[in-house]
């Protein structure tokens, strides 16, 4: 009986999709398609794989992630009511290699013929049920050893998705072939000509294969890869819900995907035969969410071809996309056209100039700018703040702490700050003192003095700060406890 163990990679900060996507909240803890976010929707799409069978065991879903999303993730989860069989830290982005390394070494030290389920948190998937008739099939061709990729059947000549071109059906099944080689992005008559001959996949990025099997596979095909991470995997530790590997061996990794470091090796004419893998052709309504045009392809649209979410009017629009968070979007006679608003960002763009997002991002990066980094709304463990109003010696918060949570034990050298409760109970500490402060009260923080910030209540408390003093950025903070485990 094989037993399935999804691997979710979720370590991209989708900058194509500013101003929403930001690299401390990136599109994966979003819910740009449904209800759910994306990475709620990539776990809940394996719902009913082995419910018909008794041939197979589904266990928990493993995540890597980012050190800084780490919570989020947890807390998605949670709601979905998924906890995961673990959340594995990346110290920093190595691609997609080393963390599927890392994933594979954890699941073979319990059992390296467990099937991997490797998938990226942020894709789409339209057909539920297409899309397991495919991943049945690849279960099959793992459990033989293979090393297995998807690859989507094209609907249209793209030019921003890899492609797979087939080999010879492996045993006579169509549901399975063997990989001829992996091509780059093409220019759009290369991808005409691709789509009119039939014989080739996009390449969706996701993959399936015994644990055990990719570690050989990877170890011989990219050794500095599987050295930097074995050893990285070997010096974890268990910090409360996650694992932290050891950093310095993890950034002498180098950073490869899963197709360079080994997929690619193992095709064309240099290839091993024991090695050789195959791909399972999939029609199941796949869109990688990586720009905004794409979010537009597969959304619902209105009957003049616009995917409109918020507060909007759109007067005779046609073929766009209008996302409004915050503020009313009034739009006049637009045509394939993007604008997205948030708090502190508007984007206005040329739809079919979706990939060239990425650009603005970087202006802001070299900038210095926060709107690459963070919303306005900043969400921690606790709960959130938000920025109201700020300017140089002074700055006004929203601050939210969910039932039960607090902040950590902590003093600031450069700033004072007061706190008057809107909704909730506050438990403050405030030097050596603690006390109760409730609706409509307030209380005085002085600079330098260790404080403290609890919701003690059953609903979410939530208190107006104004700090004051010299410096008001958030890397004044020094933490003595954290309940949460975060550096002091």
């Keep these: 009986m094989p037993t399935l163990q999804p691997v979710i990679l979720s370590g991209g900060t989708g900058s194509r999709l500013w ?199 990877i170890e011989t095909c990219a050794p500095a890869i599987y050295n930097a991470v074995q050893q990285a995997f070997a010096g974890r530790e268990d910090d409360r819900d996650f694992v932290r590997v050891d950093k310095t061996a993890f950034l002498a990794s180098p950073g490869d995907s899963i197709d360079y470091a080994v997929m690619e090796k193992l095709t064309g004419e240099s290839a091993s035969t024991t090695l050789s893998p195959v791909v399972v052709p999939m029609s199941a309504g796949w869109s990688d969410i990586g720009i905004w045009s794409t979010l537009w392809e597969v959304s619902d649209k209105d009957p003049e071809g616009n995917v409109i979410k918020g507060d909007v009017y759109a007067l005779d629009n046609e073929d766009c996309l209008l996302f409004s968070n915050q503020r009313h979007i009034a739009t006049v006679g637009l045509k394939e056209t993007i604008v997205v608003e948030t708090a502190d960002a508007i984007l206005v763009a040329d739809r079919n100039r979706s990939q060239d997002v990425k650009q603005i991002v970087d202006y802001l990066k070299g900038a210095s700018r926060d709107e690459y980094l963070t919303h306005r709304k900043v969400y921690r463990p606790w709960g959130n703040y938000e920025s109201i109003d700020a300017a140089t010696r002074y700055q006004v918060k929203r601050i939210t702490v969910a039932p039960g949570s607090a902040l950590s034990l902590q003093m600031h050298h450069h700033r004072a700050e007061h706190w008057v409760v809107v909704t909730g109970t506050a438990r403050v500490t405030r030097g050596e003192e603690e006390f109760l402060v409730t609706e409509n009260e307030s209380t005085f923080i002085p600079l330098g003095v260790k404080h403290r910030l609890e919701n003690c209540g059953s609903i979410p408390l939530e208190i107006i700060e104004v700090q004051s003093g010299s410096y008001l950025g958030e890397d004044d903070i020094v933490r003595f406890e954290d309940i949460y485990g975060r550096k002091k």
């Design 19 to 217: 101003p929403v996507s930001r690299e401390h909240y990136p599109k994966q803890l979003l819910a740009l398609f449904s209800e759910q976010t994306l990475i709620q929707d990539t776990v809940s799409r394996l719902e009913g794989l082995d419910r018909d069978t008794d041939e197979l065991t589904m266990l928990p879903p493993i995540v890597v992630c980012n050190e800084e999303h780490r919570f989020f993730i947890a807390e998605q989860l949670r709601q979905i009511d998924c906890p995961p069989e673990a959340i594995i830290l990346e110290p920093q982005g190595r691609n997609t290699a080393p963390a599927l390394t890392l994933a594979a070494l954890a699941i073979a030290e319990q059992d390296p013929e467990t099937i991997m389920l490797v998938m990226p948190a942020d894709h789409v998937i339209l057909d539920q049920a297409s899309f397991q008739a495919s991943l049945r099939h690849g279960i099959t061709q793992a459990g033989q050893g293979k090393l297995v990729t998807f690859g989507i059947e094209p609907v249209s000549a793209e030019t921003g998705y890899g492609y797979i071109r087939k080999g010879e059906s492996v045993d006579g099944n169509p549901v399975a072939c063997t990989i001829d080689r992996f091509v780059e992005k093409p220019d759009q008559s290369t991808a005409e000509s691709y789509l009119a001959s039939g014989d080739y996949l996009w390449n969706s990025g996701m993959f399936m294969m015994q644990a055990g099997v990719w570690n050989r596979t």
